[in-house]
């Protein structure tokens, strides 16, 4: 289920109304908790993992989307992720969901939909701008105009 943060958590009624209107649900009804101590990325990376290695692979969204979940988080946690690969993450997630056999693709898109939406500053702070050679910048003072073009890189 997607995640919630503590300040939700807090004043939230568990039942199935109060968690839709916050955007979240009961699922199963296991709820796991994440004390401040953890970091938060490297725990969804991880649940990210097992959801890769946990699928069938029968349905192509949840067997190349939680890949591509895993390996984006990962390079969050590791700061090798840009911020282009925020907006990535975000369209793989709803590229899974809704568009697979069973209730799996669901389970692996929407805990890292609930870190998008609640940790986002936390993803953006380990993220950093594209490489220059693909920035589309008019700065002579600084390189050679011809070596950003991608013909020459």
């Known amino acids: 289920m997607p995640l919630l943060p503590k300040k939700i958590c807090e004043t939230i009624t568990?039942?199935?109304d109060s968690l839709i209107e916050n955007k979240s649900g009961l699922g199963t009804a296991g709820i796991v908790v994440i004390n401040k101590d953890?970091?938060?990325i490297a725990c969804m990376a991880r649940i990210a993992r097992f959801y890769k290695h946990e699928s069938c692979g029968?349905?192509?969204p949840c067997r190349e989307g939680a890949?591509?979940?895993y390996r984006i988080l990962d390079r969050v946690e590791k700061r090798?992720?840009?911020f282009n690969d925020i907006d990535l993450l975000s369209d793989v997630t709803k590229q899974i969901e809704g568009h697979t056999i069973c209730a799996f693709g669901e389970g692996s898109a929407w805990p890292v939909q609930g870190l998008l939406r609640h940790f986002r500053k936390e993803i953006e702070s380990r993220c950093r701008e594209e490489p220059l050679i693909k920035k589309k910048i008019n700065n002579p003072y600084l390189v050679d105009q011809h070596l950003l073009e991608n013909k020459n890189a």
């Open 14 to 16: 568990m039942d199935f």
């Open 58 to 60: 029968q349905c192509t």
């Open 80 to 82: 090798k992720a840009t």
């Open 38 to 40: 953890q970091d938060i």
């Open 67 to 69: 890949g591509w979940m």
